[in-house]
């Protein structure tokens, strides 16, 4: 199975200030139709995950402009521009090139 | 909109089959995939399985002997089982929309405990 690993797995950040979260993935996520299924949720407290990112850098509708996504092949990331408290949950990378699809370990986004 | 609920006992015995029902409301569930995601306690999501609205399915090869997932188009559901469960198959279930893009909705999840 592919590997996601993401990193860190825990980051405190201060209301307002920008925020970055690595995925990596063990063999590229290019598919045969040229596309890179790279996606990352969002699980706030409490909630079931939503998509907000796919393809690498397509964001969902309703999803703040605040948050974007970059990267190829085995290299990724989330950014948050500026943090707000809503902001606050469990993100996860996944990846849907290589069966069976596989999330990252999420990493945990809280306030300082 | 289109909602997504899951059903069944949150209580399964070691060794039995486990048994859910994912109920569509405000869609078909013709014409799309739908797929069978887990949260095992403390830990990241795993992917079950999914089943095209043909019928035709596919599912993760470190449950695939013991995984059965179908729909039904007549009441719009789509179901999951997993035989001869073990307490590691103790997970939050969700059932979700979709496929390698996993566009969604998710169901609010249902605990599933294995004990006896």
């Known amino acids: 199975d592919v590997v996601m690993t993401q990193s860190p797995l825990s980051l405190p950040v201060t209301l307002g200030q920008p925020a970055s979260i690595s995925c990596r993935s063990s063999?590229?996520?290019?598919?045969?139709?040229?596309?890179?299924?790279l996606n990352w949720f969002q699980q706030r407290p409490g909630q079931s995950p939503r998509r907000l990112i796919y393809?690498?850098?397509n964001r969902d509708s309703g999803v703040p402009d605040r948050f974007s996504g970059s990267g190829s092949g085995t290299d990724f990331t989330l950014k948050i521009s500026r943090v707000e408290a809503e902001d606050v949950g469990i993100y996860y990378c996944?990846?849907?090139?290589?069966?069976?699809?596989?999330f990252g370990q999420g990493t945990k986004v809280e306030i300082k | 909109q289109l909602q997504l609920q899951e059903s069944g006992p949150g209580l399964v015995n070691p060794s039995e089959t486990l048994s859910l029902t994912c109920t569509v409301s405000?869609?078909?569930?013709?014409?799309?995939?739908w797929s069978w995601i887990r949260q095992l306690p403390g830990k990241g999501l795993e992917w079950i399985g999914y089943v095209r609205y043909t019928g035709s399915t596919n599912y993760s090869p470190s449950l695939n002997s013991r995984v059965t997932i179908s729909l039904d188009t007549s009441k719009n559901d789509f179901s999951l089982r997993v035989s001869s469960v073990t307490a590691a198959d103790t997970a939050i279930y969700y059932c979700?929309?979709?496929?390698?893009?996993?566009?969604?909705?998710w169901g609010p999840g249902t605990l599933v405990t294995v004990s006896s």
């Open positions: 405000g869609g078909s569930i013709s014409g799309d995939y």
């Open positions: 393809m690498v850098s």
């Open positions: 063999q590229s996520l290019v598919y045969s139709d040229g596309n890179t299924h």
């Open positions: 996944m990846q849907g090139t290589h069966w069976p699809w596989t």
């Open positions: 979700v929309r979709g496929e390698r893009t996993l566009a969604g909705p």
